[in-house]
């Protein structure tokens, strides 16, 4: 019904909306008057997204980063966060009458006593172990099929902060028990801490508020903890997601697909359905991990004593690849002038980030050497981009091999081998075998080209044996059906960069840079000969159809 | 769809072109993209008994988590905290915790597996394409943004009023020392203190023993058998009548300095001349801490006289003067000197001469 003109005059304009028709539509008409919730529902209510089992990877480390916040604020209700010193005379009789400090009291309150509260304790700890893992896969799916390509190159660096933020919270997270392993590992956070040049000792005693450990370091960590690191993740996050929305989400190539377009499914109802089901899938599995599976039993390991360790002493499993580089690296230590620098600490120390930069400058190194400045909303096949799937797995390569260098103790004891070749492996193993891995995989993904370009040319094997007159037997190749053309043939295929020429037209030399010249190798690298297989043409598809061979 | 059934060799080039569900064929480009493939009806879109059945699935697991909640809550009410269960292939574990996880894990499961198998059985699963517009902004937004930008830079008189920009980035350079300047009180300033440890207080005239562990008693030489590790703390002195004990406020921080390994090695079997004189008749006393990065070594090897430190296994040779011999340890473990006073007890008269634990910038040993 529209408002009759008024008499007055023209104040504000009135709403000329029809009367609502029922109470659900009148609620949603009062919040769209005043939070304009229509033109937000317009764009998103019905929004469209592509099916793919990869693109519910994100989807795990959003619901474990919820289940991590719910559970963790369950925790904070009875965790004491206090290194005051008491005497435990709690439930857990081999720990009765020692002394330890409040928070590795509360945290065995909260294991023997709260009813639930060992299931909540676990749950918060395999989600956190899960919500990295996740993190970690999801950031692979999109480094290999090239999803962070323009315009997603800065939500990929929120995601790689995410992930920073994720290792960091993990350990200061484990580090809150003061459990005889956690104390450890902050004592080895204190040695790397040291051995920064210059500022080292200053950081130390500011962190630790004096000498190791001192009472502040729990407390510091526990506001680090639940407050300050979840608080910027949180805003990434949302940042994260928005941008997702905001981009529409990238999609595999194939028959209707395009680079104007998303094909898929509407979030209501069937995203919400699957995507909110999802949620519960992830939370009743790491439920049942919690039910059956012990993870940091803290009550095992005794309240923490500097002078006191366990062996087989390992991080999460995230910090193992940093524990790898700690661990192998040789024992360099130059003393001069008075001076010491503990190289064998600092190395592995700024290698650390520098190890995760590489993997989070990689889009913007990427889109330097390839030069393209259009958007990109059709992944790529990890095949069709060799020299970018074989730096993914040179990468996860090193990172896995630091890793087996972080545990290879645990590796000595249960496959029986010299600790020290393990080290003396891995030193060597962390430059020769990425260097390795990417050949075998560059050339492994050429090799899957031209398994495709094959079959884009002559077909299929159909398993029919057929004999021709003259007594020879083939194999009859069906041709693949258009659809599966179009896929196998859609992906562009740039070509290398070419350096001008030497002189201009009117025989001057022109000047190169070093940088172009530098681009130019890379870019030969990536799209020249050795980089990949020409697709095959329409006319070589033509040529081999219209009766010229048949396999 | 394409048949396996081929007779000739030129059909799938008839076959290519009646994939395109109709489109056009597209006879001169094999390649070009056919559009979507059209949608094919699901066992549920078609049979509705096959759809009764999928809704009966999905509220059966709905039924499900709900018994599962009222199982959570029997379980939290029913189970005492520390009864222990045995089940197969876990072992004796909390049956509390392995009830109320499973019934949880029930719960949550069900609901998701009841939504997506809702979502996948009887909800469209017709595949749309939604448009997409470039990200940028066409020219003439753009323009338009950069006049506005420009017309409210030139009223602000930003760039033309230099005093005023100047002292404001200056201004605004300057007010986060604030903050900078707050968090001094966070610790205390390094000074010497990671140069000495609490033996610094032993001398030849007030020497301090050297106290076991665990049984809180000064030793003897002939308390340490060889081939033995024993772990020594400071016994009484000036300032801690009773020894170094655990209920002192400061023990942590002070046994994270103090902490010794002793160890007995046959002094014929002793390589280094020095470290055997700061030793008692092949009594030595290193220190506990590890020097890379403070772990402490826990490990020793009676015959080849090796500590390793379980963290990162670093390894020493104590009868060598406590050397590095692997891993990434980067000097030696200190050595504290060490005698017996008039009854025979082993004694300290001196600090380390070099500070114990991880090195840093400002150690000049």
């Not at chain 1, 795990?60 to 290194?83: A, D, E, N, R, W």
């Not at chain 1, 390991?301 to 390992?314: E, I, K, L, M, W």
């Not at chain 1, 009117?506 to 050795?530: D, H, M, P």
Request: aromatic share 10%.
């Amino acid at each position: 019904m529209s408002s009759s003109p008024s008499t007055t005059p023209p104040a504000a304009p009135a709403s000329t909306r029809a009367k609502p028709a029922n109470k659900g539509e009148a609620a949603a008409d009062y919040l769209d008057g005043r939070l304009g919730i229509y033109s937000l529902a317009k764009a998103n209510l019905r929004k469209i997204f592509p099916d793919h089992w990869s693109f519910m990877l994100g989807e795990i480390c959003l619901y474990t980063f919820v289940i991590i916040i719910l559970t963790g604020v369950y925790l904070t209700l009875f965790f004491k966060p206090s290194m005051g010193e008491v005497v435990y005379n709690g439930s857990y009789a081999p720990l009765d009458g020692i002394r330890m400090s409040e928070a590795y009291a509360s945290t065995l309150n909260i294991s023997f006593e709260v009813r639930g509260g060992l299931l909540i304790r676990q749950i918060h700890h395999w989600a956190a172990i899960v919500f990295v893992a996740a993190m970690f896969v999801h950031m692979m799916r999109v480094f290999f099929t090239g999803a962070f390509r323009k315009p997603r190159e800065i939500n990929w660096v929120f995601g790689f902060l995410l992930l920073c933020l994720g290792f960091f919270d993990g350990f200061m997270g484990y580090s809150l028990p003061d459990d005889l392993l956690s104390g450890t590992g902050i004592r080895f956070m204190e040695g790397a801490v040291l051995a920064v040049p210059l500022v080292g000792t200053y950081i130390q005693m500011f962190l630790f508020g004096g000498e190791f450990p001192g009472t502040d370091i729990i407390p510091r960590f526990f506001t680090i903890h639940v407050l300050l690191i979840p608080g910027v993740m949180l805003g990434l996050l949302v940042a994260h997601l928005i941008l997702v929305f905001y981009h529409k989400h990238t999609q595999w190539g194939g028959p209707g697909k395009t680079e104007k377009n998303v094909v898929g499914m509407p979030l209501m109802p069937v995203y919400m359905a699957k995507a909110g089901g999802f949620f519960f899938l992830v939370f009743g599995i790491i439920a049942m991990m919690s039910a059956v599976a012990s993870v940091n039993p803290v009550w095992a390991y005794g309240p923490y004593r500097p002078d006191q360790v366990s062996t087989d002493a390992q991080p999460d499993w995230y910090m193992g690849f940093a524990e790898g580089l700690i661990r192998v690296m040789p024992g360099w230590e130059v003393r001069a002038w008075g001076h010491t620098l503990n190289l064998g600490v600092f190395i592995p120390l700024m290698l650390f980030p520098l190890v995760l930069v590489l993997i989070a400058a990689y889009p913007f190194i990427e889109g330097w050497i390839i030069g393209d400045k259009r958007e990109h909303h059709i992944l790529d096949r990890p095949r069709n981009v060799p020299v970018r799937t074989g730096l993914g797995a040179a990468w996860i390569t090193l990172y896995v091999v630091l890793l087996i260098g972080g545990g290879n103790d645990l590796i000595a004891t249960h496959f029986h081998l010299s600790l020290n070749d393990i080290t003396y492996f891995v030193r060597v193993g962390s430059f020769v075998l990425p260097i390795a891995v990417f050949y075998i995989t560059k050339r492994w993904c050429l090799g899957l080209q031209r398994r495709d370009k094959e079959k884009v040319l002559h077909g299929r094997e159909t398993g029919v044996i057929k004999r021709l007159p003259h007594g020879e037997f083939i194999e009859v190749h069906a041709q693949l059906p258009q659809g599966a053309l179009h896929t196998l043939t859609s992906h562009e295929q740039p070509q290398p960069l070419e350096l001008p020429s030497e002189v201009d037209e009117n025989g001057v030399a022109r000047k190169v840079g070093l940088l172009t010249k530098t681009r130019a190798k890379l870019s030969e690298g990536y799209f020249g000969e050795g980089g990949q297989i020409p697709k095959p043409t329409v006319e070589e598809h033509q040529e081999i159809t219209s009766g010229h061979g048949h396999h | 769809m394409s048949h396996d059934n081929i007779s000739d060799d030129k059909l799938p080039e008839a076959h290519a072109a009646s994939e395109g569900h109709g489109l056009p064929a597209v006879a001169d480009d094999p390649f070009a993209d056919p559009g979507l493939p059209a949608h094919e009806p699901r066992r549920t879109d078609i049979d509705e008994r096959a759809a009764k059945r999928a809704e009966r699935q999905v509220s059966l697991m709905f039924v499900t988590s709900m018994l599962a909640t009222v199982g959570f809550i029997a379980s939290y009410v029913a189970i005492k905290p520390d009864k222990l269960v045995y089940i197969f292939p876990l072992g004796h574990v909390s049956a509390l915790n392995f009830a109320l996880g499973m019934t949880l894990a029930v719960a949550l499961f069900c609901i998701g597996a009841g939504a997506v198998h809702w979502a996948r059985t009887l909800m469209s699963d017709v595949e749309m394409p939604a448009e997409r517009h470039p990200i940028e902004a066409d020219d003439e937004v753009r323009a338009d943004v950069i006049q506005q930008f420009k017309t409210g830079a030139a009223e602000s008189g930003f760039g033309r009023r230099k005093m005023i920009r100047n002292t404001m980035i200056g201004s605004m350079a300057m007010v986060p020392l604030a903050g900078v300047v707050l968090l001094r009180d966070l610790g205390p300033l390094p000074e010497k203190k990671l140069d000495h440890t609490g033996w610094i207080e032993a001398t030849p005239a007030a020497p301090i023993r050297l106290v076991n562990m665990n049984t809180d008693e000064p030793m003897k030489a002939e308390d340490i058998a060889v081939g033995s590790l024993t772990f020594a703390k400071p016994g009484p002195s000036a300032s801690r009548p009773n020894g170094l004990q655990d209920s002192d406020e400061d023990f942590q921080q002070a046994i994270a300095k103090d902490a010794l390994m002793l160890i007995r090695i046959q002094p014929e079997d002793l390589k280094d001349e020095k470290s055997k004189n700061l030793g008692f008749e092949g009594v030595l006393a290193y220190s506990k801490i590890c020097t890379h990065v403070g772990c402490p070594i826990s490990l020793y090897e009676q015959q080849t006289h090796h500590a390793l430190c379980p963290c990162h296994q670093s390894t020493f040779d104590l009868s060598d003067g406590a050397r590095v011999i692997f891993g990434p340890a980067g000097h030696p473990l200190p050595q504290l000197k060490i005698t017996t006073d008039t009854e025979g007890y082993l004694v300290a008269t001196q600090d380390f001469t070099v500070p114990v634990g991880p090195s840093f910038w400002e150690r000049s040993a």
